[in-house]
């Protein structure tokens, strides 16, 4: 049997190369591999293709935005932050190509690419700037605009739970992305909170089945902050965002 358990993260990217393509799981911070983005950003690789919901997937990485060539995401700055940040600035200036999408579009294309389907229809988009340059077609008497499947050499997703065989399970809001971007990638890496042996996880909680898992690594203990903490420490939050008006 193939040995998915690696001792480290820095272990688990051992073939990280530039210019890949990498999906970045989570949401909000719920079930995103931190771990595995900041051990992106210590291997210093360039010219990458990041695709995830919103920056506050990359808080690693957007202390430097030289290593990022192209982001895919709902938002690419979050509406709390204001500080300046590398991310930020190398969109405005042009140096990072963004491609924004709808947040179930992102969804869609995602287990689109997984399911082996190469584009399908939305309305989504129709009549505004998100149609621009892409193909419509009318189906009873509807517009839609057609969207490609995405697919990823990379998938960096978090999990509260995996066993050897990379079967993985997830604690509640932690099944966003992660799921979906499982399938759609060359390479799926788990950053999990506990590994156990195999047939200890009850089979009605697993989510992410280990034949969509190349690479389980352990993260490490991370310290619980509240949400307003991580905001002005990490996004540059003035410190009255949260007040109300």
């Known amino acids: 049997m193939i040995n998915k358990l690696f001792n480290s993260v820095d272990e688990a990217l051992y073939d990280l190369q530039g210019g890949a393509t990498i999906m970045i799981g989570g949401f909000l911070g719920a079930g995103t591999p931190f771990n595995l983005v900041q051990g992106m950003v210590d291997k210093g690789v360039k010219g990458l293709t990041l695709i995830c919901n919103s920056q ?22 979050s509406p709390y932050s204001w500080a300046a940040n590398p ?21 869609e294309r ?23 340059g892409k193909q419509k077609a009318t189906f009873d008497g509807k517009e839609y605009v057609l969207e490609m499947a995405l697919r990823a050499d990379y998938a960096f997703i978090g999990a509260y739970k995996a066993d050897s065989k990379g079967n993985l399970i997830y604690r509640k809001s932690m099944r ?3 799921v979906v971007m499982a399938t759609a990638a060359r390479c799926t890496v788990a950053e999990v909170g506990e590994i156990v042996d195999p047939g200890e996880l009850d089979p009605e909680t697993i989510s992410t089945p280990g034949i969509f898992v190349d ?25 009255d965002a949260f007040k109300r008006a």
């Not at 997937?57 to 700055?77: C, E, R, T």
């Not at 190398?90 to 579009?105: C, F, K, N, R």
């Open 215 to 239: 690479r389980v690594v352990m993260a490490p203990p991370r310290r619980v902050i509240n949400f307003k903490e991580r905001q002005e420490k990490q996004m540059g939050v003035r410190p």
């Open 110 to 132: 995602i287990r689109a690419g997984g399911a082996g389907i190469s584009a399908f229809y939305t309305p989504t988009g129709v009549g505004t700037l998100m149609e621009k």
């Open 176 to 178: 966003n992305f992660n």
């Open 56 to 77: 506050n997937n990359l808080n690693p990485i957007v202390k430097d935005g030289s290593q990022i060539k192209k982001v895919i995401m709902s938002a690419a700055v």
């Open 87 to 107: 991310l930020k600035e190398g969109i405005q200036s042009g140096q990072i190509d963004v491609e924004l999408v709808p947040q179930g579009t992102l969804a």
